[in-house]
């Protein structure tokens, strides 16, 4: 049974830095493409970071490159998100995702991803 669960969520002021955490039973992380997405209210679930099974690349949205990194501990299997230089409209929820797939390099497209979680919560205000 496939199981995530995202943690690290939190109200922060503009400026400061949250990290994410991504856990998952069933999967060793590392086999499979996992992504960070967010949807705000009112918005499409938009791709945020994904790192790939092979070699550990990366591929971010521009609005975030240089402020956030997707990260992963294998002896852990847990996948990480650290954001840096939070702006307002960074308040989204946060969701992980992983592709089914085997050592698929990863894209930030919401249908290459099978399994998601339920979210963390992230809000940027003063």
């Known amino acids: 049974q496939v199981r995530i669960v995202e943690s690290g969520g939190d109200l922060v002021q503009p400026g400061g830095s949250l990290r994410l955490s991504c856990a998952a039973s069933?999967?060793?992380?590392?086999?499979?493409?996992v992504a960070w997405f967010r949807q705000a209210p009112g918005k499409e679930r938009e791709g945020v970071s994904c790192?790939?099974?092979?070699?550990?690349?990366?591929v971010s949205t521009d609005s975030v490159k240089g402020r956030f990194t997707i990260s992963r501990d294998t002896a852990k299997n847990m996948i990480y998100l650290q954001m840096n230089s939070l702006k307002p409209e960074d308040t989204a929820n946060y969701y992980c995702?992983?592709?089914?797939?085997?050592?698929?390099?990863?894209?930030?497209?919401?249908?290459?991803?099978?399994?998601w979680g339920q979210g963390t919560q992230v809000t940027v205000s003063s």
């Open positions: 995702a992983i592709d089914r797939g085997y050592g698929s390099s990863c894209q930030l497209s919401f249908y290459d991803y099978d399994y």
């Open positions: 069933g999967f060793t992380l590392d086999h499979h493409a």
């Open positions: 790192i790939s099974p092979s070699d550990g690349s990366t």
